[in-house]
């Protein structure tokens, strides 16, 4: 079991836990250092930045080629674009 945060771009802070048998078996790998948000898009607020080479599970794929994801090493979920990640 992971517990998570997310700060939303109000100052709210939301708690939670994930526990792995509930997470999806596709994972990916950032290519780069990458911000994870609260939302799918670059006007949505920085939660954190994950470096080269974390793992994430994702959890959704969206239309807009983002990703809702969850970084077990963070402990958060948010979105990041998918152009840098690598399944």
Avoid: P
């Amino acid at each position: 079991i992971h517990k998570f945060h997310i700060r939303g771009s109000n100052g709210c802070t939301a708690y939670g836990w994930v526990d792995e048998k509930f997470l999806t078996k596709k994972t990916g790998m950032t290519t780069g250092n990458l911000w994870l948000r609260t939302g799918a898009g670059i006007n949505n607020s920085k939660i954190a930045v994950m470096s080269r080479g974390t793992k994430v599970f994702i959890m959704e794929t969206l239309n807009n080629g983002w990703y809702k994801v969850y970084s077990a090493q963070l402990k958060k979920v948010g979105y990041c674009s998918g152009g840098y990640i690598s399944v």
